[in-house]
């Protein structure tokens, strides 16, 4: 099943094609990896799925339904989880408290303070699911200004999962995090369930090649290559925007 489709899509910043006729799908369960060098317009490509750019032309599906004019509340509502932004949590909160706020976000009514016990037991439930599913269990107690930062950004992915996101676009989840928690975050990502389609952005090529059923590279706003991995890999075009950038790092274009 067809979870995205981007017909033609382009953003412009004055002269600047940032993003320049993109056209591409995504089937359910796939985890695209999207990769280019530094301003290539991947960040760009991002936001206007997710709605924080408008298109300067093009269409984007999501599920089928045209979302190209819908704000980002509404695409969320559809199934879209927010890319990064610790904004999102409530750092004087424990986190047990964050992920409940996210399961109860779900639903229409606000949060309740006077719930039926069954209806909390359900949520706890849920809540102890996805707290144990990004390793974070036992933690629930903690404030979330007191987690680590790797912590805090799998935490930003339960909340996602919490509000029941069906797309998760997440740019450069492992920026900043030691190469421990990078590895640890890569296998979450990779654990979520068939059901979550997962496109995100990163440098990290230990991140995107331990991750990616599918690797689309982007240059100067334009898609230059868009395959499997190790297609990705033997591409002489890939190979050559990557010489000298990655030689001797590892990190194509990490600034
Ligand atoms: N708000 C903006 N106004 C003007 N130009 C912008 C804006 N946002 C992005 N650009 C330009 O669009 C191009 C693509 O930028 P974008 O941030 O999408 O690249 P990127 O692939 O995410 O880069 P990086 O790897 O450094 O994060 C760049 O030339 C950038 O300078
Ligand atoms: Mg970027």
Same mark, same amino acid.
């Given at each position: 099943?067809?979870?995205?489709?981007?017909?033609?899509?382009?953003?412009?910043?004055?002269?600047?094609?940032?993003?320049?006729?993109?056209?591409?799908?995504?089937?359910?369960?796939?985890?695209?990896?999207i990769?280019?060098?530094? &301003?290539?317009?991947k960040t760009t490509l991002l936001n206007l799925l997710n709605?924080q750019?408008?298109?300067?032309?093009?269409?984007?599906?999501? *599920?089928?339904?045209?979302?190209?004019?819908?704000? @980002?509340?509404?695409?969320?509502?559809?199934?879209? &989880?927010?890319s990064?932004?610790?904004?999102?949590?409530?750092?004087? *909160?424990?986190?047990?408290? $964050?992920?409940?706020?996210?399961?109860?976000?779900?639903?229409?009514?606000?949060?309740?303070?006077?719930?039926? /016990?069954?209806?909390?037991?359900?949520?706890?439930?849920?809540?102890?699911?996805?707290? @144990?599913?990004?390793?974070?269990?036992?933690?629930?107690? #903690? =404030?979330?200004?007191?987690?680590?930062?790797?912590?805090?950004?799998?935490?930003? %992915?339960?909340?996602? =999962?919490?509000?029941?996101?069906?797309?998760?676009l997440l740019d450069?989840?492992?920026?900043? *995090?030691?190469?421990?928690?990078?590895?640890?975050?890569?296998?979450?990502?990779?654990?979520?369930?068939? #059901?979550?389609?997962?496109a /995100?952005v990163?440098?990290?090529?230990?991140?995107?090649?331990? *991750?990616?059923?599918?690797? /689309?590279?982007?240059?100067?706003?334009?898609?230059?290559?868009?395959?499997?991995?190790?297609? %990705?890999?033997?591409?002489?075009?890939?190979?050559?925007?990557?010489?000298?950038?990655?030689?001797?790092?590892? $990190?194509?274009?990490?600034?």
């Amino acid at each position: 099943m067809e979870v995205l489709r981007v017909e033609g899509l382009f953003r412009d910043f004055g002269g600047v094609h940032a993003v320049k006729d993109v056209s591409f799908s995504v089937e359910v369960g796939e985890r695209l990896a999207i990769i280019g060098p530094n &301003g290539a317009g991947k960040t760009t490509l991002l936001n206007l799925l997710n709605g924080q750019e408008k298109v300067t032309a093009g269409r984007i599906y999501f *599920l089928g339904q045209d979302i190209t004019d819908l704000p @980002t509340y509404r695409r969320a509502h559809l199934g879209q &989880g927010r890319s990064f932004q610790l904004t999102s949590l409530f750092p004087n *909160l424990t986190v047990l408290y $964050n992920d409940v706020l996210a399961i109860q976000g779900t639903k229409p009514s606000r949060f309740q303070l006077f719930h039926p /016990i069954t209806a909390y037991k359900h949520i706890f439930a849920k809540a102890q699911e996805l707290l @144990t599913a990004m390793a974070l269990w036992e933690k629930r107690d #903690d =404030l979330v200004q007191a987690l680590g930062y790797g912590e805090q950004r799998r935490l930003e %992915i339960s909340l996602s =999962l919490a509000s029941k996101a069906k797309l998760l676009l997440l740019d450069e989840p492992s920026s900043g *995090l030691t190469a421990d928690e990078s590895i640890e975050m890569t296998n979450m990502i990779r654990n979520l369930g068939a #059901d979550i389609t997962v496109a /995100i952005v990163a440098h990290d090529m230990d991140l995107v090649f331990g *991750l990616a059923s599918r690797i /689309i590279v982007l240059h100067y706003g334009e898609i230059i290559a868009d395959g499997k991995p190790e297609e %990705i890999q033997a591409n002489p075009r890939v190979r050559e925007i990557y010489m000298g950038i990655e030689e001797g790092t590892g $990190n194509a274009g990490a600034s």
